[in-house]
């Protein structure tokens, strides 16, 4: 399911845990199969927790609890914006508002060229740096007013 690659970074992540604690390792490992497959369909769910000796359903909770991991296909950009309470203070649902006019879509939509797809996130722990969004789990973006979004929005095109 995976390459040999992605099995060999799993095997790095399950090296950090004690032999009898390997499925310590599933966060990562789902990480690390969503980025060679771009999303997590079910079959790699199971197959990860298949590799951690764990249950299915268990892998299946990380991966449904977490909103990093994506159980549908979305596009080559993900943006997660913040809107818990201290990034909604500081403009947080009108940068995602700006966001969503500004690219024509809702939250857990994606742009119908398939470039963007504009997610709800939870706290992102940098509060001072509200309104704060993430994109790709990877690139933490602060102070985003629409200066900053429509910076940003020109980078990935």
């Known amino acids: 399911m995976l390459s040999s690659q992605s099995i060999a970074r799993i095997d790095r992540e399950i090296a950090k845990y004690p032999a009898d604690q390997k499925q310590s390792a599933v966060m990562a490992a789902l990480a690390i199969a969503q980025e060679e497959l771009g999303w997590l369909p079910g079959e790699a769910i199971e197959f990860v927790a298949g590799y951690l000796a764990m249950p299915p359903i268990a892998a299946l909770e990380v991966a449904t609890f977490y909103n990093m991991y994506d159980l549908k296909p979305v596009g080559k950009y993900k943006i997660s914006v913040c809107t818990n309470l201290p990034c909604m ?47 790709n789990n990877r690139r933490m973006c602060s102070w985003m007013n629409p200066e900053q979004i429509d910076k940003l929005l020109a980078e990935l095109k």
Do not use: F, Q
């Open 89 to 135: 203070l500081s403009g947080g649902v009108d940068a995602g508002e700006y966001l969503k006019k500004k690219l024509g879509i809702g939250y857990n939509e994606t742009t119908a060229d398939g470039l963007i797809t504009l997610k709800e996130g939870e706290c992102m722990g940098a509060c001072g740096d509200a309104p704060v969004m993430i994109v």
